[in-house]
């Protein structure tokens, strides 16, 4: 069964202002990719958009494009955020936009909108995948969501699109446990605050060593609080390690808590800005390393859930590696059954 794809021209329109890193060129290059290395061909959204990607291979096949995102309905934000939360950044985007968090993270007028319809494709993606229509499915995103805090905006994130994707799939779906593997070169802080205290949902993060990067939390003595001890994992990395420091933590660490876990149910938190090219941080991963990363985490899936993976954009700011680790990611994800 082949995997499933989300996203939108709309995810442009999240506007954050000149020189910000979180900008809509991402979902531009990501588009770019994927129709170069023939994954999708749908007609291009953004003709105008210059991008050099190098070569390619190209894809043995195309993915299923699932229709236009919508905007989230706001009960499954509910699950995750308080209401004033969701009315604060509706009322300052509906304002014209402005600052939410110490200048990390602007909004513009269309910001809330495109931020519900993120969560959206997210939830599209799930239903896609638990209805069996799909095997696997990627949304990709803007802005992510990894750094949210229930009542918080943080660290280029309005809303916690990957922890709303697991409590929807609890609450609407039936599932019982879910695992989150994030591979952001940042601490999922966010992911973790909601979940820290549940045992139903198991957070593994690797992330580069918090003493050393935004946003200074996720040290491995992290495990979790009460009945969720245990069911938080955080692996900081050194500055300067890759693939193979990243593929060894994997066998040692990642894939075994997932088979003592056994969700029924992966979720992915996509970031790509541990690539080394990548200005945000100091670790080193391949385009190659992404791959092999996501075809373990795809063995794990097949081994416990029958294969169900959702997996969702966080970050990636240089936009040539972002592309090509988008579609590295996407072959590796389709090519596991
Ligand atoms: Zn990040």
């Known amino acids: 069964m082949p995997t499933a794809f989300c996203s939108s021209p709309r995810f442009a329109l999240h506007q954050t202002g000149p020189h910000h890193p979180e900008r809509p060129d991402r979902i531009r290059a990501i588009a770019r990719a994927m129709r170069q290395a023939k994954l999708i061909d749908s007609s291009d959204p953004f003709p105008d958009f210059s991008i050099d990607l190098g070569t390619m291979e190209t894809a043995r096949r195309k993915l299923i494009e ?5 905007p989230a309905d706001e009960r499954w934000l509910l699950a995750v955020h308080p209401r ?16 939410l968090d110490q200048g990390d993270t602007p909004v513009g007028p269309e910001s809330f909108q495109v931020a519900m319809t993120a969560v959206g494709a997210l939830i599209s993606c799930c239903d896609a995948v638990a209805s069996g229509k ?9 802005p992510p969501g990894h750094h949210a805090e229930p009542g918080q905006a943080m ?12 409590r929807y799939l609890q609450q609407a779906h039936g599932i019982g446990k879910v695992a989150i593997v994030d591979f952001d070169v940042h601490h999922g802080n966010g992911t973790q605050a909601v979940f820290e205290e549940d045992p139903s949902v198991l957070f593994i993060s690797l992330h580069q060593d918090p003493r050393t990067l935004y946003p200074g939390s996720g040290f491995a003595r992290e495990t979790g609080i009460g009945k969720g001890k245990g069911f938080t994992l955080n692996l900081p990395m050194n500055p300067g390690v890759g693939d193979a420091q990243y593929i060894s933590t994997f066998h040692e660490k990642v894939l075994p808590a997932l088979d003592a876990f056994k969700p029924e149910f992966l979720l992915i938190s996509a970031g790509f800005d541990g690539h080394r090219d990548d200005p945000l941080a100091q670790i080193n991963l391949s385009e190659a390393g992404f791959g092999q990363m996501t ?15 959702v997996s969702a954009l966080e970050g990636g700011y240089n936009l040539r590696a972002l592309g090509r680790s988008v579609v590295r990611h996407l072959s590796a994800l389709d090519t596991m059954d």
């Open 66 to 70: 699932l229709p236009e995102p919508t």
């Open 84 to 99: 004033e939360h969701i009315e604060h950044v509706r009322r300052v985007c509906a304002m014209g936009g402005g600052v």
């Open 134 to 142: 799909a095997a696997r499915a990627f949304a990709a995103v803007r």
């Open 155 to 166: 660290g280029f994130c309005l809303f916690a699109n990957i922890s709303i994707a697991a």
């Open 295 to 309: 075809e373990l985490l795809g063995q794990a899936a097949n081994a416990h859930c029958g294969g169900k993976i």
